[in-house]
């Protein structure tokens, strides 16, 4: 079991910043695989956001590139997403999320993960 604990989320003008934070915990928090950050806006299809997996790379979805950061503190297993630049169209749900099992690229595969977060609400005013 890995259970996800997130905070970070809010509320924010255009332009504005926001850094979300995932601490992990658990029995088999010490078996991750890979880590990251999803989201869901009303009536769209969740999509992955950014993702790191055990080799130490990092993915990022195209329209976040150049303006989200992802980094994580390994001793601590916890995983920042450093959101700048935020635009309307990132208001969603954002979920933390993390596989124990090898596979593909977290980013590309949210219906492969193995744990899920409770989510939080983004929401970016023009």
């Known amino acids: 079991q890995v259970q996800l604990a997130e905070s970070g989320g809010g509320s924010v003008q255009a332009g504005g910043t926001l850094r979300l934070s995932c601490a992990a915990s658990?029995?088999?928090?010490?078996?991750?695989?890979?880590m990251g950050w999803f989201r869901q806006a009303p009536g769209k299809e969740r999509e992955g956001v950014a993702s790191?997996?055990?080799?130490?790379?990092?993915a990022y979805m195209d329209s976040v590139k150049g303006r989200f950061t992802l980094s994580k503190d390994s001793a601590k297993n916890i995983l920042y997403l450093q959101m700048n630049s935020l635009k309307p169209e990132d208001t969603a749900m954002y979920y933390c999320a993390t596989r124990v099992r090898y596979g593909s690229v977290c980013l590309d595969n949210y219906f492969g993960m193995d744990y899920w977060g409770k989510g939080m609400q983004v929401t970016i005013s023009s």
């Open positions: 790191t997996e055990r080799d130490g790379s990092f």
């Open positions: 658990g029995q088999e928090s010490n078996q991750i695989y890979c």
